[in-house]
């Protein structure tokens, strides 16, 4: 069984500590949208990262960010960045799509070559490789955990590092802009007067170990199961994601009734809530199940391809610290949601062994992770 020794996170709140502390309280990392004129893309709220004191936002920030994590988890997992020859697995949805809308706009050229990841990550540990990125939308950094821990139970590697990274871009902007009539101000996941998504960015980075790891271990990593629906572009399917619960439960070797908290893909979207609220009963409740529900977006956006590790390194928080947090922007839970026990209004105290993380991604790319406590 795999293990994962330390897990990062960069998201609009700070690092794993401080987002998990906000999500407790609650709080909402929501504030006006930079970088693209609003009125453009009928958006007019975002999850940013703060803005960096008296200095202007990287050339390349996805990589930025990614980096940051990637030596941040590989130190807390106590090995050296720098002498460290670990392959390093990305999950992104747009890659440095923002710098190359940056490009198109001011002719400030970018050269193609540093568009992949692998520049950033050797400039901050020149023996980190290889370099491999997966485009799984908005659930790719959890197939590159689920890639990782097949290298690591196969033998291929005995330590590799999962990571996620994105940021927000014109292009995404004026997508989600076209699916609602007025901006959306809050992400609200299974409300029933939820109005939209909003973007997050960020990044997160996990380590993966072989079970005769003897460092630090944050949690057990049981099993993800993977699905690719293809019901549609963009719409999920209830079959598709139902199939990723099963298969991460058969791979764990886990009954529905193990499961104590769920940390939700939760977009606050008209079809994902509803989707994933009847897949969770389906899959979980009916088969004797009741875990915690609850979700990160509302607190944090939509991180897109960084989204399912930092969904997971709250979980990895849940199972630790013994504290499941509320769903941020969440008061009339909809209908299909009613019989979930759903995190509202303040934290709960569980004394969870076992947490699932899902994560579905545009075309029907789902992944959900099975962890149990460290």
Known sequence: M?????????????????????????????????????????????????????????????????????????????????????????????????????????????????????????????????????????????????????????????????AGTDAMTASMLAMIGRVTEEPTEQVRPFDADRTGVLLGEGAAAVVVVSGAWRGPVAARLLGVGLSCDAHHETAPSLAGISRAMTDALARAGRSPAEVDVVVSHGTGTLLNDVTEAEAIHRVLVEAGGDPYVTGIKGALGHTSGASALMSLDVAIRCLRDGRVPPVVGLRRPLPEATALRLVTGAPVRCAARVAQVNSFGFGGVNAVTLLAAA
């Open 2 to 162: 795999a293990l994962i020794a330390a897990s990062a996170v960069r998201s609009c709140f700070g690092d794993g500590a401080a987002t998990f502390d906000r999500l407790l309280a609650g709080e909402s990392g929501v504030g006006p949208l930079r970088h693209v004129d609003p009125t453009a893309v009928n958006v007019t709220h975002a999850h940013h990262l703060p803005a960096p004191a008296g200095a202007d936002e990287p050339e390349l920030p996805a990589s930025d960010w990614l980096a940051g994590c990637v030596t941040a988890a590989l130190a807390a997992a106590g090995l050296d960045p720098a002498a460290a020859r670990v392959p390093v697995l990305v999950g992104t949805g747009l890659r440095e799509l923002r710098s190359v809308e940056r490009q198109a706009v001011s002719g400030r050229p970018v050269r193609a070559a540093r568009l992949h990841f692998t520049g950033a990550l050797r400039a901050a540990a020149p023996r980190l490789g290889p370099v491999l990125t997966v485009a799984n939308a908005c659930s790719a950094s959890g197939h590159t955990l689920a890639l990782a821990g097949d290298l690591v139970d196969s033998g291929a590697a005995d330590v590799v590092v999962a």
